[in-house]
């Protein structure tokens, strides 16, 4: 079955602290690998995206996610991060074609610590 | 840019009462989706289309109805408003690969 996990419901961390969101997927076939950020009212934008390639992708903001197939997971790293990141971080698994339909895992909430 | 455009932005409907959310892209994207966004659940799907003419059932379909009225719209209707369908939902499209979300319309059932 196809599902994502996101261990981590909510995660505190100071601001200029290092961060690293955990997700764990299962899927079929080559996944498409996605982290999109969703600020309060908002709706959700895409951080970074991977299919193929060097394993380590770079996105927005200064966001980084290495894909590891051997554990299924695609975890979300920032160095440094900024109050501005608090958000809800939700990582998703799809298919590369159109008609693909994308899994969302079930979020993880950022709170920065001042 | 536009990019994908929900209205309404809320609304509040009595238990029965039917509505039509809208949801418009200019990206000429192939296929549309209607999710559902509720507290610790992440986004479920409701509706998907893969291309004008097409529909498909997501994950919870119950309760909506869906029109591909042509290659930018794509409307999800609820015949009879529940209050579990209170909820945020949320219209994306794809040209494939990522999704593009709209900003969500807040429906609230009482």
């Known amino acids: 079955a196809q599902s994502v996990t996101q261990p981590d419901i909510h995660i505190t961390v100071s601001e200029g602290a290092s961060l690293e969101l955990r997700c764990n997927y299962s899927?079929?076939?080559?996944?498409?690998l996605f982290w999109y950020v969703q600020s309060p009212g908002q709706g959700l934008q895409l951080l970074l995206k991977y299919f193929s390639g060097d394993t380590l992708v770079q996105g927005i903001k200064g966001f980084e996610a290495e894909f590891k197939r051997s554990q299924s997971s695609f975890n979300l790293r920032k160095p440094s991060v900024h109050w501005s990141d608090a958000a809800e971080y939700f990582c998703a698994v799809g298919g590369y074609s159109s008609a693909s339909k994308i899994i969302f895992g079930s979020g993880t909430r950022l709170s920065i610590r001042p | 840019n536009a990019g994908v455009t929900q209205t309404p932005k809320f609304q509040v409907l009595k238990t029965g009462q039917s509505m039509t959310l809208q949801c418009a892209q200019d990206?000429?994207?192939?296929?549309m989706y209607w999710y559902r966004q509720d507290p610790g659940m992440g986004l479920r799907l409701i509706y998907y289309s893969a291309s004008e003419g097409t529909t498909d059932k997501g994950e919870v379909p119950n309760g909506y109805n869906v029109s591909r009225l042509n290659k930018r719209e794509f409307s999800l209707r609820l015949e009879s408003a529940a209050p579990s369908q209170t909820s945020v939902y949320f219209c994306?499209?794809?040209?494939?690969?990522?999704?593009?979300f709209g900003d969500g319309t807040r429906l609230s059932i009482l």
């Open positions: 990206m000429n994207h192939n296929s």
């Open positions: 899927y079929g076939a080559t996944p498409y």
């Open positions: 994306a499209s794809s040209g494939g690969g990522p999704q593009h």
